[in-house]
């Protein structure tokens, strides 16, 4: 195993893989902002480097900074967490050029799924189904019309290098299309460097529900069940489950069988999520996959009891996966509930400021990833995730029930939080059923 791992992130999944690591004798080398010299990963790690200031640009976005923090503390491989450079195809060369193992897939990968018209083709070529739309990029709005009329209104825009709804336009007619394709070329060539847009047929009120596949370098390929993550807000989630109380067990076995099938046809290595979307006919179609290891990765832990961090640094290290399909047998239900320093009552504005107290809930089946502590100062630098709460339950009911309880414990003064709005979710009939729509916070908040 290695002997010495360089974490490229900050926050709760910093400490996350902190935890990991330690659990697996691996010596941690934090690097942190200025904004972060008080923060739970720089505590926790054996080593801290202040690689700049502040902003992520000049810190956790700074690759000539991370390597030489790599290169200083002499480190054989650097796990990227989410967000920042996880999914940075070029960081993951430069750490290859480096001769530092990158926790993750290869930049091979993270660059053609990143490309979501070569993650669409790949999976067409695997027969993983995909929503109906274009072959591929959809050049100019003539283009653009004549997919309309093989597949119908209402359709989606989307940016080729865009992914988790970044950069979507939905139209209902042709006028609305000929706006909505020039609106998301303009705003994918701003976002993303690259004009290119794609189509797709708009499923309304579809769920959100993603495979977890796990690949080592022996050619093992295995999911961990499925997470429905359809409580979103603008693109963001906030609540996510496993196993999703909205689809059939032969739709669950289907899904998982295409996600492990996509994995092995692009030969994929290391932990990756396969998106689907499922629409009200129960059809399922592949839409995008992730190439880091995820915020709600917790749900699938929980239910499973594979640590997917583990999971990770093994197959970096060139050893087999711990586990194979067959001892894979999810059990139970969990939820994960995203606290994050924003007001809900408030249009989810984010706000820093310090936790003047902060204390976790506890007790039978609850788990808390966060790097809170009391007298912490949250920074406005970065994304508003306080903490996760995650509870288990023989079943989904249990898992309310004990996520309900220990909401009302958990207290964290000094900043707002969603945990009223959670609080709320957790109460309310549509979710309770299992039957929520995609807009369901929109109907409950806005
Ligand atoms: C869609 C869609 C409807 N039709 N694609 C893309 C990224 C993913 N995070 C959500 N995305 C969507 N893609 C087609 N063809 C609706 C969404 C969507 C969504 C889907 C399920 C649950 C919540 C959602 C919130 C926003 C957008």
């Not at 202040?50 to 900074?65: Q, R, T, V, W």
């Not at 003047?356 to 089946?365: C, F, K, Q, R, T």
């Not at 995730?385 to 909401?407: C, H, P, Q, Y």
Request: net charge negative; hydrophobic share 40%.
């Amino acid at each position: 195993m290695f002997e010495t791992v360089l974490i490229a992130n900050r926050g709760e999944i910093a400490v996350r893989i902190i935890r990991a690591c330690k659990e697996l004798g691996v010596k941690t080398v934090a690097v942190y902002s200025k904004a972060d010299r008080d923060s739970m990963h720089v505590r926790l790690a054996d080593d801290a480097i202040c690689i700049g200031n502040s902003p992520s640009s000049e810190s956790y976005l700074h690759i000539p900074a991370i390597i030489t923090a790599a290169e200083i503390a002499n480190v054989e491989a650097i796990h990227p967490g989410y967000g920042f450079l996880a999914e940075d195809a070029h960081f993951a060369e430069i750490c290859e050029s480096c001769h530092i193992k990158f926790i993750g897939p290869n930049s091979e990968s993270i660059l053609r799924m990143g490309d979501k018209v070569q993650a669409r083709q790949l999976a067409k070529k695997a027969g993983v189904p995909v929503v109906p739309g274009s072959e591929g990029i959809v050049k100019d709005k003539n283009e653009a019309l004549k997919v309309v009329q093989e597949v119908g209104y209402p359709v989606i825009v989307k940016a080729v290098a865009g992914g988790g709804g970044r950069g979507m336009r939905i139209a209902h007619n042709d006028l609305a299309m000929v706006s909505a394709f020039a609106t998301a070329q303009t705003e994918a060539e701003a976002a993303f460097g690259r004009p290119d847009v794609y189509i797709e047929k708009y499923l309304e009120h579809p769920r959100h529900v993603e495979v977890q596949i796990l690949a080592d370098t022996k050619g093992n390929v295995i999911h961990l069940g499925e997470r429905d993550c359809t409580i979103q807000r603008r693109h963001q989630k906030l609540l996510e489950e496993s196993p999703s109380p909205a689809i059939s067990d032969d739709i669950q076995k289907k899904m998982c069988r295409m996600a492990v099938r996509l994995a092995q046809e692009s030969k994929y290595v290391n932990a990756g999520t396969i998106e689907f979307l499922v629409d009200k006919d129960n059809n399922f179609y592949f839409i995008e996959m992730n190439t880091r290891v995820q915020v709600e990765h917790t749900v699938t832990e929980m239910v499973t009891g594979v640590d997917i961090i583990k999971e990770q640094l093994r197959v970096a290290f060139g050893e087999p996966l711990s586990v194979d399909q067959k001892s894979v047998r999810p059990r139970g239900a969990a939820i994960e509930c995203r606290i994050n320093a924003e007001d809900p009552d408030r249009g989810f504005v984010p706000q820093g400021g310090r936790v003047s107290l902060y204390v976790p809930p506890g007790g039978p089946n609850v788990r808390v990833d966060s790097h809170l502590y009391s007298g912490y100062v949250v920074p406005s630098f970065y994304d508003s995730l306080l903490a996760k709460v995650i509870t288990f339950g023989r079943d989904r009911m249990e898992a309310i029930n004990t996520m309900r309880r220990a909401l009302d414990e958990m207290i964290i003064q000094g900043v707002p939080t969603t945990i009223p709005f959670h609080r709320r979710i957790v109460d309310d009939s549509r979710f309770l059923r299992g039957d929520y729509p995609m807009n369901l916070v929109e109907e409950l908040f806005e």
